[in-house]
């Protein structure tokens, strides 16, 4: 254990205050302040989040080119699909290794904004369109970085679901919403996993900044979930510095030149920011140092050639096999070793690999796998290839002649695997995809290709979903996403049956842009982005509007089969303290070995606010042998049937009847149980602003109500009147009944009812 270099609240006592104001701020690009006076170094925080991009010092501040090599580990889209929380923990570790051996004390990850549209460009670095499910990988992420000495930034909070004028834009939203989506996959890696920071988004939420937003920084993040770390912002995130530390911001990043430090401490000056602020926001940039040194004093090394091998098997876990129909009898994968050359590769992505995504998060590989020369070399044949499109980037060449080469070895091939993909300039951080399509020379090339050959497996390298109008015209078709370094080496271990696909997907595929929920309501406009779909985000919205897709969300085949027996669900408890344990048994029914990934989800068909159809609220995925089985027991709390209440504010169970799913998809529910539920009493309270129903309705205020109408008219009920006449006045607030005269109940007597009824 190293001696550290300062004792914090001795050390805070003795900071003057340019030097406190300095320390909400970067030095660098990269580095924190450093005040050598008392010993306080800097440290540096780098990008992530599927690997290490640490510059190299002589590289440009946006130089995304020269940085020091590491592994690019799978990116998140991939990782989301393995749904799997012990490897997302096992790849936590290893870029805290490769983190701490090359001195960065945070590294800027994971992302867990939820995929509200298919568009958005930084999608390859999010999770999933589900909350639960993204909040649990993460907390599995962060909690294995974090095991090595190093920081996590938790990002980018909140509501950062676009590209397109992210820095400026004001994401127009109601609370329920962010409460139940834009939350929680925030909230579950925040009190699972203890992120040492959290780092706030560019966009203005409701019209404020995130990165000055007391309500989001101070009142949720720390006062409701209690974390308990820094606060930094995405760089270049913070406008007005003074009003940032006043809102929850502890750390402005980069450092700039000239330094507006000035800005936080003539605010304190002034009056305008109390110094018990700046102190506090200090102090957490202190401890941040602090727990930073243990790791920076014993960096160590990593096993390059191990971390390339955990790198394989993500993304050999995240890979979905979409399709796999038969051909003559049985399916097109995997390929026959003993008939591998008959098979032909088609593609440029097979040789040129499209690895990761671009933007900030963009690593320099270690090294890099590409599928064709892993396929021959497992094979140990020479198999035929043919670029058969170009790509933006990519070897030059003329699409007609690419196609009529590619076209001429299907004719004569047993079996066309067929790389397909979008060029990093289709997807990137920065800006949003205009449309979902793949590039139109690529689906020209497999519509030649398909017409001369019927054993075409489709092999995808996208950072988020494209449309797959195609789908019919072959028979198989694989999504490896973006697989990372040692991608192309994944794929050729499922395509050859080495590995059983194991991945499910994380987000849905729809058949076309105008059946997503956020059609219309993206990117906005003058600034103001609208989220009209509300809580219907993702499968939420196909499923409970019923819309058809290509494949649904939690998808994914093997090469096995499973069998789902016993499912049972029981209630124990009621309202707050509602418990639901539901079990399943899951048989491998198949001839390999492989995994299934079991989806537990929640349905409330007799709220009174409108909740989606289904929603997942736990999975587990299990490896089986064959004829292997396995019980499974999940644990369902209060939250999991609870929905956010927009006049209580908080979290509620309605009581009534529950539909508790267990399935291998949102659409493949293979046992469904109905539980009769407990609630608590939801009634808001009675004020004047209340309707003579909610009045009438209440067993408190109906009989204040009686009372005050036999004070003032003799009756303890209303005069008759037509039955429209009776429902247009059932829904009017009692302060325009008793303005109106029409019960006779005045003011004076409104007042005494809602006194009467509070007492």
């Known amino acids: ?38 010993g306080i170094p800097a440290i540096m925080l780098t990008d992530g989040p599927h690997g290490v991009r640490k510059q190299i010092p002589s590289a440009k501040a946006l130089d995304l080119d020269n940085s020091v090599p590491a592994t690019c580990f799978p990116t ?21 290794r490769e983190a701490r051996a090359n001195e960065v004390s945070v590294l800027l990850g994971p992302g867990v904004n939820i995929k509200r549209t298919p568009l958005c460009g930084r999608n390859f670095e999010y999770f999933s369109e589900d909350p639960a499910l993204s909040g649990d990988l993460a907390a599995a992420l962060i909690n294995g970085m974090q095991s090595q000495g190093i920081g996590a930034s938790l990002k980018h909070f909140a509501a950062n679901n676009q590209e397109s004028d992210r820095m400026r834009v004001s994401v127009d939203v109601d609370e329920r ?52 770390g820094l606060v930094v912002s995405d760089w270049g995130a913070a406008h007005d510095r003074a009003a940032a530390v006043a809102g929850g911001l502890d750390l402005a990043m980069p450092g700039t ?19 018990a602020v700046l102190n506090e926001a200090v102090r957490r940039v202190l401890h941040l140092v602090l727990r930073s040194q243990e790791a920076l004093a014993s960096p160590g090394e990593y096993d390059a050639a191990a971390h390339h091998e955990l790198a394989r098997e993500a993304a050999a876990a995240g890979a979905v096999l979409l399709k796999n129909d038969p051909v003559d009898g049985a399916p097109v994968l995997p390929l026959d070793r003993a008939h591998a050359v008959e098979v032909a590769v088609i593609g440029e992505f097979a040789r040129t690999p499209r690895y990761q995504g671009a933007g900030s998060s963009q690593i320099v590989p270690t090294q890099l796998d590409d599928a064709l020369s892993a396929l021959r070399e497992q094979v140990g044949r020479e198999l035929p290839f043919a670029a058969g499109f170009t790509v933006p980037g990519g070897p030059f060449g003329d699409d007609d002649a690419l196609l009529t080469e590619a076209v001429a070895l299907a004719r004569t091939a047993g079996t066309v695997v067929l790389f397909l993909g979008l060029p990093p300039v289709d997807e990137s951080e920065g800006f ?57 080496a994944a794929v050729a271990d499922l395509l050859l049956g080495v590995r059983s696909p194991s991945g499910r997907l994380a987000e849905t595929i729809p058949h076309r842009l105008e059946d997503t929920p956020a059609f219309g309501n993206f990117p906005g406009e003058y600034g103001q982005v609208r989220y009209g779909e509300g809580v219907l985000v993702g499968y939420r919205w196909y499923d409970t509007r ?44 198949g001839p390999v070995a492989a995994a299934e990934v079991v989806q537990v989800y929640v349905g409330d068909p007799e709220a009174t606010v409108l909740r989606p159809a289904r929603e997942l609220k736990a999975f587990a995925k299990v490896g089986l042998a064959p004829g292997e089985s396995q019980a499974l027991a999940f644990t369902l709390g209060a939250r999991d049937l609870s929905f956010w209440h927009p006049v209580l504010r908080r979290w509620v169970v309605e009581g009534g009847r529950f539909v508790v799913s267990v399935g291998a998809s949102s659409r493949d529910l293979r046992g469904s149980i109905e539980l009769e539920v407990v609630g608590e009493d939801l009634r808001p309270p009675l004020t004047r602003w209340s309707t003579l129903s909610e009045w009438m309705d209440h067993p408190v205020g109906g009989p204040v109500l009686a009372d005050a109408l036999e004070r003032v008219t003799g009756s303890r009920t209303l005069p008759e009147m037509d039955f429209s006449m009776a429902g247009m006045i059932a829904q009017m607030p009692m302060r325009f009944i008793s303005l109106s005269g029409f019960t006779g109940l005045g003011q004076e007597d409104l007042d005494a009812m809602v006194d009467a009824a509070e007492s």
Not at 435 to 463: K, Y
Request: hydrophobic share 40%.
């Open 432 to 488: 949003d995809r205009p449309h979902l399509d793949l590039p139109e020379n690529q689906v020209a090339a497999l519509e030649a290709i398909a017409a001369v050959n019927p054993r075409v497996a489709v092999v995808l390298s996208n950072g988020s979903v494209v449309a797959l109008p195609w789908a019919d015209c072959v028979p198989a078709v694989l999504e490896s996403w973006l697989g990372g370094q040692a991608g192309g």
């Open 177 to 228: 919403t962010l409460r139940e989506i834009y939350f929680p996959a925030f909230e579950r890696a925040v009190t699972r996993a203890h992120p040492w920071t959290v780092m706030c988004s560019y966009n203005k939420i409701n019209d404020v900044f995130s990165s000055q937003n007391d309500r989001l920084l101070t009142e949720v993040l720390r006062g409701e979930w209690g974390h308990d």
């Open 257 to 275: 030149k000239p330094s507006r430090d000035d800005e936080v401490a003539d605010a304190v000056r002034d009056g305008q920011l109390p110094e």
């Open 76 to 96: 998140a889209a991939t990782l989301g699909s393995t749904w799997d929380v012990g490897l997302l923990a096992r790849v936590g570790e290893a870029l805290g």
């Open 1 to 38: 254990m190293s001696t550290l270099p300062f004792d914090l609240e001795r050390t805070l006592q003795s900071l003057t205050l340019e030097e406190k104001a300095a320390l909400t701020s970067g030095h660098t690009t990269w580095y924190t302040e450093a005040v050598e006076r008392l």
């Open 546 to 589: 019923q819309i058809d897709v290509a494949f649904p969300f939690g998808h994914g085949l093997s090469y096995s089969t499973f069998d789902y027996d016993d499912v049972a669900a029981t209630v124990r408890g009621d309202g707050a303290d509602v418990v639901v344990d539901v079990t399943v048994t899951v048989q491998n029914t």
